[in-house]
């Protein structure tokens, strides 16, 4: 048994370690000044379909009522892609495309902390995209984000839990990456793709038919992203206006600790069985 | 030896692509759920039926626009990340008929996962369509189809010479071209000048001449150029994609060799 402070080092050298090998990849295939414009340009064409969309049909275009909760969910919905299908993909990338998944688990590192290093390169990109795109709006499209007006303890405590929480379900999925073959391109995206749909991130959730808002209301990125458009406007969408800001932090802290249960078990029993059967080092060409 | 190439590439998307079912149905479902979140903004926003047509007509077209970038475009970097970009060079073929199959393979392929998209999202969001004109609409469809795959076929040839930046470079193009080709909105919300810009991808205008012959009484006042006209640019656009994919592919192909980065892998 190693002894915990020895553990925690390695904890702490495997994270710094992954997390400078994660930007390398991310950002070392261009110049800073190209990897700038790559960060940027797709949140912010993203963020501008909408503003078209709104700008085309609500009356009073972005001035709508709704529009500044739409666009900050969307804004901070850039963070679930990039940290979410960022860590699963890990999986993907060192086992199939650099053949390294192998070596990972013969050297003494930890791979939660491997992994959850890995998916800091991306959380880092996508925190510059999130505020570029909160300054386009709050400079361009009257956001009514107002510094003095921010609930800091808010939006520090959900920030916080919402990047644990979306690391745990960026394990979990890598632990279904672990033990899947040709589906993994696209459990990342289903997943990200569902949660944009379910979690009321580009409409009020009452807009979806009652069995899917209820689906909504289960998910705990729902809540996260209700507790961020509250510490950043003052207000919220109607549909959680039952909730008080405390009781909104705590459905997003208490469902991340369940989450970490179930995302280490997941991914310690996906990993017992990609042992088994070899997979660590599984090639499909695909 | 030609069409025996064009047949043989072709051929594991015709026919392998659909024996991995679960591909089907991401490859369905992926652009389904945009689609239906982007619905859903419309409804929220209490815009005309209509507009969820053009929502589902935009993710369809999306599929295509996926396919050209992810599985023409970046193609013969994959093909050079695997080892088989080799064996294409020594074949004894023509390398336009290997781009070739891979384009038809790719629009037969796609067309059923956009048919589906089509089908499910009309069904499920009573979608209002009237077809004025069936010629002219399978004729604006077919042809954006040319232009778009002879676009892919001349990014696979400039392709040639990425290495990583191959892959982020397709995913750059999948957001910024969405909204400049008014996948989700009429083009003509983007003003003229910008929409004018947005014409040298083919897409944007086969996607606003379609929606005027589906969504005619909508489209009065949100069409860009006419059906007529924008028929006309892009069967120029085909002739000269076409024509430019076969100049690029020499072209590329000897600048890779001269260079030495047909055969460098993981760069």
Partial sequence: ?286 | MFWRTVCGRAYPRVIGSQREKSWIFFEILLPLLQVTAYVFIYRAIEAPPEFLGFVVLGGAMSAYWLNVLWSMASQLYWEKETGNLELYIVAPTSRMAILLGMALGGMFQTTLRAAAIVTIGSLLFRVPMTVTNVPVLLGVFLTTLVALYGLGMMLSSLFLLFGREAWHFSNLLQEPVSLVSGFYFPVRALGQVIAAAASALPITLGLDAMRQLLFPSMMESLRFLSAEVELGILTGSAVVFLLLAHRALAHFEKLARREGRLTVRGQ
């Fill in chain 1, 1 to 286: 048994m190693m002894p915990s402070d020895r553990r925690f080092h390695e904890t702490l050298r495997s994270f710094r370690v992954a997390a400078w090998l994660g930007w390398q990849i991310e950002s070392n295939w261009a110049d800073p000044f190209v990897f700038a414009i790559y960060s940027l340009v797709k949140p912010l064409a993203g963020a501008l379909i909408l503003v078209f969309m709104y700008a085309v049909i609500a009356k009073g275009g972005v001035n709508s009522p709704l529009f500044p909760a739409v666009f900050v969910g969307n804004a901070m919905f850039i963070y679930v892609p990039a940290v979410l299908a960022g860590i699963s993909w890990t999986i993907i990338d060192d086992r199939e495309h650099y053949g390294m998944l192998k070596y990972v688990y013969t050297a003494p590192v930890s791979v939660f902390a491997y992994l959850v290093g890995r998916g800091v390169a991306k959380a880092a990109v996508a925190t510059v995209a999130v505020v570029v795109t909160l300054l386009l709006g709050t400079l361009a499209l009257s956001v009514p984000i107002r510094l003095a007006g921010i609930d800091w303890l808010l939006i520090v405590g959900a920030l916080v839990s919402g990047c644990v929480m979306l690391s745990l379900f960026g394990i979990l999925l890598g632990g279904v990456t672990l033990v899947t073959a040709r589906h993994n391109y696209g459990v990342g995206e289903a997943v990200a793709g569902g949660l944009y749909l379910l979690c009321g991130v580009v409409f009020p959730l009452d807009t979806l038919p009652s069995w899917l808002e209820v689906v909504g209301r289960g998910l705990p990125i729902t809540y996260w992203i209700e507790a961020v458009r509250r510490a950043l406007l003052g207000a919220g969408t109607p549909a959680f206006d039952g909730l008080s800001n405390g009781a909104l932090l705590g459905v997003v802290v208490g469902s991340t600790v369940i989450l970490a249960g179930l995302a280490v078990g997941t991914f310690r029993l996906a990993e017992r069985r990609a042992r088994a059967r070899g997979l660590l080092d599984m090639q499909t060409m695909y």
